[in-house]
C-alpha cells in the first residue's frame, strides 16, 4: 500500500485549503526522510509516496517548487488548462494577492495570472521534479448536468500535450466530483486518474480504477498525517471502499 497526498495552496486565506509555507517546508522535510517520493506508474516500493497539488496556482511554483529541488523530491500539478498564460511580467507580489473566491472570476487569470504560465511549466517539467496532470479545461464540476466532458476531459490533455511537448498521463478529477460517464472517459484518455477519499492505494490502478488521496491540507504538524491513529482510521477507510469495489 502506498499514500497518495493531496494539497492546494500556500499562505492562502482559505485555510482549509491551505498551508503556510513554513508547515509545507518542514512537511516536505519529514518527507523526504522518511519517503520516497513517485511520480504515476513509477515502481512502488515500502517507503512509497505520491505527491499531488491541484489547481497549478502560482504559489506553487513561488513556494513549493524550491522546496522540490532542495529535498529532491517528485510531485504531480494538476492543470486546468483554460486559466494558463504562456508567460507574464506581471510581478509576483501581485500574482499572490488575490484571495481564493476572487480567482476563478471574470478574467482575474489574465490580470493577475494567479496561475502557473507554461514558461514556468515547462521549466518545472525539465527540472525532474514536477509532472502534469490535466485538472479539466474549465475546472467544472464534471458530474453536473450539460458538462462538455469531451472538452473538459480530452481537450485539456490535448492543450497541454502541445504547450507542453509532454505525454498527459494523469486525470484529477476536479472538486473529486464524477459520474460513470466521467469515468469512463477519463480512464480512455488517461492510464492515471485521481480523487479524493482519505484511502490508501495497492498499485497504481487504484481501487475500483480510481487512485485515492489523503488531504494534506491545514497540516497540524509537519507529521500529522503519519501518526498512527490517522493512519488507522486510512486503513479503515482503505479496507471498506476495498470491500464495496469503489
Known sequence: MFSVIMYHHINSDDLPLSNSDTMMGAHLAYISEHFTTLFPGDPITSDSICLTFDDAYYDFYHYVFPLLK??????????????????????????????????????????????????????????????????????????EKGADLENEIFSSKVALEENLGVRVESFVLPYGKYNNAVVALAREHYPYVFRIGNAFNSSWEGIGGLLYR???????????????LKQAGFWFKTIVKMVKGS
Open 70 to 143: 532542495k529535498y529532491k523530491l517528485k510531485a504531480l500539478l494538476a492543470v486546468p488548462s483554460a486559466y494558463i498564460l504562456e508567460d507574464t511580467d506581471i510581478p509576483p507580489e501581485r500574482r499572490l494577492s488575490l484571495k481564493h473566491h476572487e480567482i476563478y472570476k471574470a478574467d482575474n487569470y489574465k490580470t493577475y495570472a494567479p496561475f502557473c504560465t507554461y514558461m514556468e511549466l515547462r521549466e518545472m517539467i525539465q527540472s525532474g521534479h514536477v509532472v502534469v496532470a490535466s485538472h479539466s479545461m474549465n475546472h467544472l464540476n464534471l458530474s
Open 214 to 228: 489523503i488531504k494534506g491540507d491545514a497540516l497540524s504538524t509537519p507529521d500529522s498525517l503519519f501518526r498512527p
